[in-house]
């Protein structure tokens, strides 16, 4: 199969010249409407009014396409991100497919604050699993059912008695006189099976946060929930966001536990350094060719080797049957520490089996960092 299709979201959308070609001339478009610090500090229902504001003909271009005003908006939006994503030098975080699998079967504690719902960098994209192999679905109205393939997340951060705040004055959800955090997500489902490597799935979605300490993350997937889940835009792909919202959690929780070993890729710098060795045009265009489809990444995978299976019933020395063996899943919750246990930290309890005989271990050779 075509190695385009398996490529992650910001990569496969220039991953040949055609499709560089149409993106750059997009970009010379946004420099010239944006301001470079309108780009790393707005939030992308911001930027997107301003860029209905600033260039009218371009909403015009893509009401042309669209059925609707909205529509039209929400593709104008879904440039957005990928655009910040460039600009902003995005970092792209692959968790393994051990990972994956393991949060789904690990629950988020009530417990936790939103606060730890933050990622690693300011703008970056978290690619599901190595080899598109996540259960979790997104859905598309023409090509229905993708598989999960990733996210891009921006973080953004808006101060009461700024100029920036003025924008959010008439959003009923928003105290402009207290600090204001956004999430900026967009989800992104791989083409992996469909009928061209542009043939995705997308959904917008955004946390406008102000409660860090108040509210508990669980609150707020079941608000965002509540608040979209009647509306007809999304009624018909709310049980698929859930899924989404909820993985994109576990894994910035599970990042934010620093319970796991990160692997640096850096492919695509190593290609640079190659080509401006090289002194032949002909050599320089083939691996500038290899470029297109070659990114540098940091993989997550699990801090030890050790797996954890299921056991058979065994008696104990007074010949009492033990309890009967049952899987635990994993979850995250609040850890008391410090000084009379007054502080609070988030960590992450793996799924294992308990009962009966408590485990059977099977290690594996994984490469060292």
């Given at each position: 199969m075509d190695i385009t299709y398996k490529l992650p979201h910001p990569v496969r959308m220039k991953c040949s010249e055609f499709a560089e070609m149409e993106l750059q001339a997009q970009d010379r478009i946004y420099s010239q409407v944006f301001d470079p610090e309108e780009v790393k500090s707005y939030s992308s229902d911001h930027l997107v009014a301003l860029l209905q504001h600033r260039a009218p003909g371009l909403f015009d271009y893509y009401r042309r396409t669209a059925k609707t005003d909205h529509d039209a908006l929400i593709t104008m939006s879904s440039t957005i991100a990928p655009y910040r994503f460039r600009t902003q030098e995005g970092n792209i975080i692959t968790t393994s497919t051990l990972i994956d699998r393991l949060l789904e079967q690990v629950d988020i504690g009530d417990d936790i604050p939103i606060a730890y719902l933050r990622p690693p960098f300011k703008h970056c994209y978290i690619e599901f699993t190595e080899d598109r192999s996540s259960s979790i679905m997104l859905y598309n109205e023409e090509t229905h059912e993708?598989?999960?393939e990733g996210v891009y997340i921006s973080e953004t951060e808006v101060q009461p008695e700024t100029e920036i705040m003025e924008f959010y004055k008439g959003n009923p959800t928003v105290d402009p006189l207290k600090p204001l955090r956004i999430l900026d997500l967009m989800f992104t489902g791989s083409p992996l099976g469909k009928s061209h490597n542009a043939d995705d799935a997308l959904r917008i979605?955004?946390?406008?946060?102000?409660?860090?300490?108040m509210l508990t993350i669980n609150d707020e997937l079941r608000r965002v929930e509540s608040l979209y889940g009647n509306d007809v835009d999304f009624s018909g792909d709310m049980n698929y966001l859930s899924m989404a919202l909820n993985h994109m959690a576990k894994v910035l929780l599970f990042?934010?536990?620093r319970q796991y070993r990160d692997t640096a890729f850096?492919?695509?710098k190593d290609l640079l350094k190659r080509i401006?060795?090289?002194?032949?045009?002909?050599?320089?265009?083939?691996?500038?060719?290899?470029l297109r489809k070659t990114y540098d990444r940091i993989i997550i995978k699990p801090v030890d080797n050790v797996v954890y299976e299921r056991g058979a019933e065994h008696e104990s020395a007074e010949n009492q049957p033990l309890k009967r063996a049952h899987w635990r899943k994993g979850h995250f919750r609040m850890q008391p520490y410090?000084?009379?246990?007054?502080?609070?930290?988030?960590?992450?309890?793996?799924?294992?089996v308990v009962g009966g005989i408590?485990?059977?271990k099977k290690s594996y050779d994984v490469r060292t960092k």
């Open positions: 993708h598989i999960l979605q955004g946390f406008y946060i102000q409660d860090d300490n990042i934010n536990c850096n492919e695509r401006e060795s090289l002194k032949s045009p002909a050599k320089i265009r083939k691996y500038e060719s290899k410090g000084v009379g246990a007054s502080k609070r930290k988030v960590i992450f309890i793996e799924p294992t408590f485990a059977n």
